[in-house]
């Protein structure tokens, strides 16, 4: 493989963004890598039983999914099987929440040490950069979502781990079929992001076949939490409207009221990777899934919060970098084959997922008022 550079530097620039082996995992003997390894590296041989539980690893685990992801795996497989890692300081409750290590996805050798020394035999790579800000530093974008992810692989192949990386409805073009997009069909995306991501699921499944490496791999719909800020994202939209509506009563909105686009609640998704990581090899007949909870426009979405906020004020101002790569994603994704497969349903449709976006809020403000 061509050598990797080193971009370390470049990498603290960045914002990192986003279950686990079923109890038996399978142990793989694999005699060659696909990096060179020095003559001296010094491997831990580990064996596992179906008492044991996966050590996880998850990179940009500061980002919008990677502490809702932990927590979840925590509470399932004990607080220090769960290392979260990222390139920026950690929040306090983060920090003391759990392990936590500084981890930087471009310094291949720093990442190879978390790997060995912490006997890591799951990796969840959440480091990325979202849609919109991937296209306003491009460079940057290719850096950190493919050069890290060449990194990863490398790591996950040459230590046999389970890995799983996140697709998006972004790796997809204006050429795919929308309405709905089924698993597999013509990806033709327009954005650094969506090219990058469609490199993430042919590199993975071809690291699938050519060294065995057990890839997984979702693509997400936009997903929307109360507890993280948008981050930068094209349907950030749907995050940013609960936040302004609980501040100021008013939103204005940067896509077009009838862009209809596919969204899932957090909830919904950290199961889905959960499971899907649970999930036996053999169940799988692909390696990488669509997966989807619901789908609805700005106008939608306002009208259901509405209902709840009559006092609500919409307007919209349309980005048109935004709604560009809006045009081009999936109105509608066919998630059979994760239904069919490893029997994926979603339980937040969007009556309950506003309800529970007000909730949440609901019970921060009374807590801010009461201090």
């Known amino acids: 493989m061509p050598v990797i550079r080193t971009l370390g530097t470049v990498a603290r620039q960045v914002q990192q963004v986003q279950q686990v082996l079923p109890l038996t995992v399978a142990v793989r003997n694999i005699s060659f890598s696909p990096r060179q390894v020095t003559s001296d590296a010094s491997f831990h041989s580990v064996s596992f039983s179906e008492t044991d539980h996966p050590k996880v690893l998850?990179?940009?685990?500061?980002g919008q999914l990677g502490v809702g992801l932990a927590k979840l795996l925590r509470k399932r497989f004990g607080k220090n099987n769960v290392i979260l890692s990222d390139i920026r300081k950690p929040p306090s409750n983060v920090f003391h929440s759990g392990p936590f290590i500084y981890s930087d996805i471009l310094d291949y050798k720093n990442l190879r040490e978390i790997v060995v020394n912490n006997r890591i035999t799951w990796l969840v790579h959440y480091s990325a950069l979202l849609s919109a800000v991937g296209e306003a530093n491009v460079a940057l974008a290719r850096s950190v979502n493919i050069t890290g992810l060449h990194?990863?692989?490398?790591?996950?192949?040459?230590h046999g781990l389970r890995l799983f990386v996140p697709s998006t409805i972004g790796?997809?073009?204006p050429t795919?079929?929308?309405n709905p997009t089924p698993d597999l069909c013509v990806q033709r995306p327009r954005t650094i992001y969506g090219v990058s991501k469609v490199h993430a699921e042919l590199m993975g499944e071809y690291y699938h076949h050519r060294y065995g490496l057990d890839f997984r791999c979702l693509r997400y719909p936009g997903i929307i939490s109360a507890d993280s800020m948008p981050g930068g994202g094209?349907?950030?939209y749907a995050v940013q409207i609960f936040h302004d509506a609980i501040k100021s009563g008013k939103f204005e909105c940067n896509l077009k009221p009838d862009t209809r686009l596919p969204m899932m609640y957090i909830d919904d998704c950290l199961r889905a990777t959960l499971e899907v990581m649970e999930a036996p090899a053999d169940s799988l007949s692909m390696r990488t899934y669509n997966i989807n909870a619901m789908s609805f426009t700005p106008e939608e979405l306002s009208q259901e919060l509405q209902k709840q906020m009559p006092e609500l004020e919409v307007t919209y101002d349309v980005?048109?970098?935004r709604q560009a790569i809006a045009d081009s994603w999936p109105m509608d994704f066919d998630d059979s084959n994760a239904r069919k497969d490893w029997g994926w349903k979603h339980d937040y449709d969007l009556p309950e997922l506003v309800q529970t976006m007000l909730n949440y809020f609901g019970v921060e403000t009374r807590m801010v008022q009461a201090s």
């Open 171 to 173: 790796a997809f073009g």
């Open 319 to 321: 980005d048109l970098v």
């Open 151 to 158: 990194n990863i692989l490398d790591i996950a192949a040459e």
């Open 58 to 62: 998850i990179t940009g685990g500061l």
């Open 234 to 236: 094209t349907t950030d």
């Open 176 to 178: 795919s079929p929308r």
